[in-house]
Protein backbone atom coordinates (compact mmCIF):
# COMPACT_ATOMS: atom_id res chain seq x y z
CA UNK A 1 0.00 0.00 0.00
CA UNK A 2 1.46 3.45 -1.21
CA UNK A 3 1.64 6.66 1.43
CA UNK A 4 -0.66 8.41 -0.86
CA UNK A 5 -3.29 5.76 -0.56
CA UNK A 6 -3.05 5.28 3.39
CA UNK A 7 -2.83 9.00 4.58
CA UNK A 8 -4.87 11.97 2.85
CA UNK A 9 -2.78 14.90 2.22
CA UNK A 10 -5.41 17.94 2.83
CA UNK A 11 -4.92 21.67 2.99
CA UNK A 12 -3.86 22.71 6.77
CA UNK A 13 -6.35 26.01 7.91
CA UNK A 14 -4.05 29.14 7.96
CA UNK A 15 -3.05 30.16 11.87
CA UNK A 16 -2.80 33.72 12.30
CA UNK A 17 1.05 35.19 12.08
CA UNK A 18 2.90 34.50 15.37
CA UNK A 19 0.84 32.40 17.39
CA UNK A 20 3.58 29.68 17.47
CA UNK A 21 3.83 30.83 20.78
CA UNK A 22 2.19 31.22 23.53
CA UNK A 23 0.96 34.63 24.46
CA UNK A 24 2.99 36.10 26.94
CA UNK A 25 2.76 39.59 28.55
CA UNK A 26 6.01 42.51 28.47
CA UNK A 27 5.85 41.88 32.61
CA UNK A 28 6.01 38.15 32.72
CA UNK A 29 8.70 38.13 29.86
CA UNK A 30 11.01 40.25 31.31
CA UNK A 31 10.35 38.42 34.95
CA UNK A 32 11.34 35.15 33.04
CA UNK A 33 14.94 37.10 32.10
CA UNK A 34 15.29 38.01 35.42
CA UNK A 35 14.74 34.68 36.49
CA UNK A 36 16.89 33.43 33.88
CA UNK A 37 19.52 35.77 35.28
CA UNK A 38 19.05 34.38 38.78
CA UNK A 39 19.71 30.83 37.64
CA UNK A 40 23.41 31.33 36.05
CA UNK A 41 23.90 33.48 39.52
CA UNK A 42 23.21 30.49 41.00
CA UNK A 43 25.59 28.46 39.05
CA UNK A 44 28.54 31.63 39.64
CA UNK A 45 27.70 31.02 43.51
CA UNK A 46 28.51 27.33 42.86
CA UNK A 47 31.49 27.28 41.43
CA UNK A 48 33.18 30.26 43.05
CA UNK A 49 32.27 28.40 46.61
CA UNK A 50 34.45 25.52 44.64
CA UNK A 51 36.93 27.95 43.23
CA UNK A 52 36.39 27.59 40.19
CA UNK A 53 35.51 29.91 37.14
CA UNK A 54 32.14 30.05 36.01
CA UNK A 55 31.73 31.11 32.22
CA UNK A 56 28.38 31.41 29.80
CA UNK A 57 28.42 31.38 26.36
CA UNK A 58 26.89 34.28 24.18
CA UNK A 59 26.87 35.09 20.60
CA UNK A 60 29.28 32.10 20.51
CA UNK A 61 31.83 33.50 22.79
CA UNK A 62 33.06 32.16 26.58
CA UNK A 63 32.49 35.21 29.15
CA UNK A 64 32.04 35.49 32.53
CA UNK A 65 28.89 36.83 34.18
CA UNK A 66 28.76 39.59 36.22
CA UNK A 67 28.19 38.96 39.94
CA UNK A 68 25.11 40.28 41.35
CA UNK A 69 27.35 40.32 44.30
CA UNK A 70 30.83 42.51 45.95
CA UNK A 71 32.70 41.62 48.39
CA UNK A 72 33.10 44.26 51.06
CA UNK A 73 35.01 45.10 54.54
CA UNK A 74 31.81 44.47 55.73
CA UNK A 75 30.94 41.27 54.35
CA UNK A 76 29.22 40.28 51.00
CA UNK A 77 26.84 43.44 49.70
CA UNK A 78 24.20 41.58 46.92
CA UNK A 79 22.97 44.00 44.51
CA UNK A 80 20.70 42.26 42.27
CA UNK A 81 20.02 43.72 38.17
CA UNK A 82 18.28 43.51 35.92
CA UNK A 83 19.95 44.28 32.38
CA UNK A 84 22.60 46.47 32.78
CA UNK A 85 20.88 48.59 35.51
CA UNK A 86 20.71 47.74 39.77
CA UNK A 87 17.19 46.99 40.75
CA UNK A 88 18.08 48.90 44.08
CA UNK A 89 18.59 52.58 44.42
CA UNK A 90 22.34 53.59 43.83
CA UNK A 91 24.59 52.37 46.67
CA UNK A 92 21.97 50.40 48.42
CA UNK A 93 22.20 46.39 48.56
CA UNK A 94 21.22 43.46 51.07
CA UNK A 95 24.64 43.08 53.40
CA UNK A 96 24.78 39.42 53.86
CA UNK A 97 27.73 37.83 56.19
CA UNK A 98 29.68 35.20 54.03
CA UNK A 99 29.26 34.05 50.57
CA UNK A 100 27.71 31.22 51.69
CA UNK A 101 24.98 32.49 53.10
CA UNK A 102 24.46 33.66 49.80
CA UNK A 103 22.50 30.75 48.72
CA UNK A 104 19.86 31.55 50.60
CA UNK A 105 19.60 35.20 50.00
CA UNK A 106 19.27 34.10 46.04
CA UNK A 107 16.63 31.56 46.47
CA UNK A 108 14.50 34.01 48.44
CA UNK A 109 15.05 36.72 46.00
CA UNK A 110 14.40 34.38 43.21
CA UNK A 111 10.93 33.40 45.11
CA UNK A 112 9.82 37.32 45.83
CA UNK A 113 10.74 37.71 41.68
CA UNK A 114 8.23 34.89 41.05
CA UNK A 115 5.30 36.32 43.02
CA UNK A 116 5.92 39.78 41.36
CA UNK A 117 7.50 41.89 43.88
CA UNK A 118 10.10 43.48 41.63
CA UNK A 119 7.82 44.06 39.27
CA UNK A 120 7.63 47.98 39.56
CA UNK A 121 11.41 48.19 39.07
CA UNK A 122 11.37 45.48 36.57
CA UNK A 123 9.30 47.71 34.45
CA UNK A 124 10.70 51.24 35.75
CA UNK A 125 14.10 50.33 33.92
CA UNK A 126 12.57 48.53 31.37
CA UNK A 127 10.29 51.96 30.39
CA UNK A 128 13.65 53.66 31.08
CA UNK A 129 15.52 51.62 27.98
CA UNK A 130 12.70 52.15 25.63
CA UNK A 131 11.43 49.60 22.83
CA UNK A 132 13.90 48.03 21.23
CA UNK A 133 13.90 46.44 17.64
CA UNK A 134 10.83 49.11 16.54
CA UNK A 135 12.09 52.10 15.50
CA UNK A 136 9.51 54.99 15.28
CA UNK A 137 7.81 55.79 11.36
CA UNK A 138 8.75 58.27 9.74
CA UNK A 139 6.55 59.35 6.18
CA UNK A 140 9.10 58.80 3.49
CA UNK A 141 11.58 56.44 5.33
CA UNK A 142 10.95 52.78 4.81
CA UNK A 143 12.81 50.69 7.27
CA UNK A 144 16.44 50.72 8.09
CA UNK A 145 19.74 50.77 5.80
CA UNK A 146 19.98 51.93 2.90
CA UNK A 147 17.26 53.62 0.71
CA UNK A 148 15.95 50.83 -2.13
CA UNK A 149 17.25 51.51 -6.06
CA UNK A 150 14.77 52.95 -8.18
Known amino acids: ?20 RAP ?15 KVQHELLAAELKGETFMVTR ?3 QMAPRAFWQTTAVGVAFTPRFGNQ ?14 ATLSQVLRDFEEAVKLGEFDAQI ?7 G ?3 TSPTVPGKRGRGRPRRS
Not at 2 to 20: E, H, I, N, T
Open 1 to 20: MAFADKYKVQPLPQAPRGSM
Open 24 to 38: ISPRERARAKLLAAL
Open 59 to 61: MGK
Open 86 to 99: FLFDKGQGILVGEL
Open 123 to 129: TEIAESR
Open 131 to 133: SRG
